[in-house]
């Protein structure tokens, strides 16, 4: 009977030991992990400790409901998507406090916002390139669709913007030679002459050179002004379109930018923004 006591006490003694080391393990396991979330939110530089709208602590954010922005900021999906849909998808911080930057996001943040699971489910991706793209577009003045899509056909050298200016500032003779070597098989790319005849080349730099400067040059500081003139709410209506649209207007202005691809920029945002008006 003594012996039978003694080995039970020493298997409850090894059994609790068994227990305590396992929960030993477990709550190494938990602390490990929780030092682990704790580290990849301090390496990702969470600069707010509480969502902008929800106000939940970040740290007790579920990580597959936490979204961290390049500019430092981090969400909880729905607080985010609510916000983005208040804002009618424009991308615009105002009215946040402590919000570390001017936009609520940054171009290459939208992917990891669709992919999140509570983004597909609610179908923000589609909201977000039909109704509020929609309403962003809205935003846009018709006088500021007439200035781009002006820019765009003189820097394209196509349309009847274009087509008006060619008419009205050059000389008979200048658009009959221009014409000769730019429309059909003789069509020559701006700095080829091997197909123009040395008796036609005199005048036909001179127009080359009247498209780029007074035309095209003229289309681009027009364009780039009258940009700097517009409302903030409207500067930031074409940039949720064109993000880089002032910083390339200032390089090409200042010859560091190809002024056809401008024009092919130009012409894709007005036709964007004019589809979506409509």
Not at 58 to 68: A, Q
Request: glycine share 4%; hydrophobic share 35%.
């Amino acid at each position: 009977m003594i012996i039978f006591i003694t080995n039970l006490v020493e298997i409850l003694t090894l059994y609790k030991s068994s227990v305590l080391e396992n929960e030993i393990k477990w709550m190494k396991h938990q602390s490990f992990n929780k030092i682990l979330f704790g580290v990849l939110k301090m390496e990702n530089q969470c600069v707010n400790k509480k969502d902008f709208i929800y106000f939940d602590n970040i740290d007790d954010i579920d990580e597959s409901n936490l979204v961290r922005l390049k500019n430092g900021a981090c969400w909880h999906i729905e607080s985010l998507i609510e916000y983005i849909k208040k804002k009618h998808g424009k991308n615009d911080a105002t009215g946040l406090d402590n919000y570390p930057s001017e936009k609520l996001w940054e171009p290459e943040d939208l992917r990891e916002i669709f992919d999140n699971a509570y983004s597909r489910d609610v179908d923000f991706e589609d909201w977000y390139f039909s109704g509020g793209s929609s309403k962003t577009a809205g935003y846009i003045s018709d006088k500021t669709l007439q200035v781009i899509d002006e820019t765009a056909s003189i820097l394209l050298s196509k349309g009847k913007y274009f087509d008006k200016k060619f008419e009205v500032q050059l000389l008979p003779e200048e658009k009959q030679i221009w014409k000769k070597y730019t429309i059909g098989p003789l069509k020559q790319t701006m700095t080829a002459y091997s197909n123009v005849d040395p008796s036609d080349r005199i005048i036909f730099k001179d127009v080359e050179y009247k498209i780029e400067t007074r035309f095209k040059k003229d289309a681009l500081n027009n364009m780039y002004f009258y940009y700097k003139t517009l409302s903030e709410q409207e500067k930031d209506s074409i940039k949720y379109f064109y993000n880089d649209i002032e910083k390339d207007l200032s390089n090409c202005l200042r010859g560091n930018y190809c002024v056809f691809t401008q024009g092919a920029y130009l012409e894709q945002l007005y036709n964007d923004v004019k589809e979506l008006s409509n």
